[in-house]
């Protein structure tokens, strides 16, 4: 543990002589100082472009790209054409949304189904596709203790429904459905599947093939990456048969005046001049990640999840909004004090204590509004933080808990 907080400079950080305590990771991740570096090591020394000039700059460049490339698809068990760099999630949903739109995939009156606790960026792209008077969206409710309503899922599920899209795990509830599962439901129904996994890539194995899904959109700012990066795993018959998102250089063969032809994949589907640097500091990420193994990492971060609930359970008017179980949920904790509004109980653990905490609507407002109007906070936990914060934290909530009564 002590070897990996080393790598993380910003753990050694202090304001006002106390260090830093990084709960937000659900937000985005830390970066260690390899990711750091290897991204300065390309601004200083290798700066060019890739795929085009023909001098050594750029030859370097180009295979320092495409090896971080392929190591990223490797990670995640993807053949190298099924793995498209994006800027986040958030763009690797919008892909497979404009792609299927623009390749007529649906008809009026096709149904997509999500849940009701969806971050934004697998909710608003669906909605815009509604408002055109497409499709029509329909919510599988949740269980009471704030896991997937399966059975609600099976009974919403026709004939029209053309797409599934769902988060692997909620940034809010934290809840882990059961993908595998839940592909088969829509391989049975001969419905595409979209998995959000901006919550579950930084904290778990994933195997692309073993998913179920033919699509996976994953942030790699949130796993150690550099921010402005992300990706989409989609089947390669997919990703060959869909339209691109984005048109201009790069992803094409060859060019006529009035018609294009579109380049191998994954290039069909990356257009203009890539985050070269950014896909460079993903490759180190995922490096450092298989390094510890990622199964090390969940079992941590299930540890530090049992032990931060229960000590959590020990605060007065403490509510949690996750399943409270370590393996039905990822390391995050949605909650609320009685009495204390999310945004102050925020601010004031930061000034407090330089504890970084979310709080608000966390970009999944129809769940949470309905929850508290005012929002909730949210602590969420990754491979370098420790027991030892975590009772720095409990005893901060207590301090706090006790001066608003
Ligand atoms: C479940 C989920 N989906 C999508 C996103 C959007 O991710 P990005 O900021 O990488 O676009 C997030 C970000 O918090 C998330 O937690």
Known sequence: MNEIREDFPVLNRKIDGKKIIYFDNAATSLKPIQVIKAITEYYEFGTANIHRGLHKLSEEASIKFEK?????????????????????????INTVMYSLYTSDFFEKGDKILVSKAEHHANLVPWQMLEQKGLIELNFVELNEDFTLDLEDLE?????????????????????????????KIAEDNESLFLVDGAQTAPHMEIDFHKLNADFFAFAGHKMLGPSGTGGLLAKKELLEKFNPFLYGGSMIHSVELHKSSWNK?????????????????????????????????????????????????????????CPENEEKQVGTILFEIEG??????????????????????????????????????????????????IDVFIEALKTISKSFK
């Open 68 to 92: 971080a490339h392929n190591k990223t698809a490797e990670f995640f068990n993807a053949k190298k054409e099924e793995f498209v760099l994006t800027k986040n999630t958030t763009e690797a």
């Open 155 to 183: 009974n919403k599920l026709d004939s029209k429904t053309k797409l599934i899209a769902l988060a692997h795990a909620t940034n809010t509830t934290a809840s882990i459905n059961p993908i595998q599962k839940i592909g």
């Open 265 to 321: 994949l994954p290039w069909k589907f990356e257009a203009g001049t890539p985050n070269i640097s950014g896909m460079i500091g993903l490759g180190k990420a995922v490096e450092y990640l298989s390094k510890i193994g990622m199964n090390k990492i969940r079992k941590h971060e299930k540890e530090l999840t049992k032990y931060a609930l229960d000590k959590m359970h020990e605060i007065n008017g403490i509510k949690f909004y």
């Open 340 to 389: 204390i509004e999310a945004h102050d109980l925020a601010i004031t653990l930061d000034e407090f204590a330089n504890i970084a905490v979310r709080s608000g609507m966390h970009c999944a407002e129809p769940l949470v509004s309905t929850l508290n109007d005012k929002g909730l906070d949210r602590a969420s936990f990754y491979l370098y933080n420790s027991k030892e914060e």
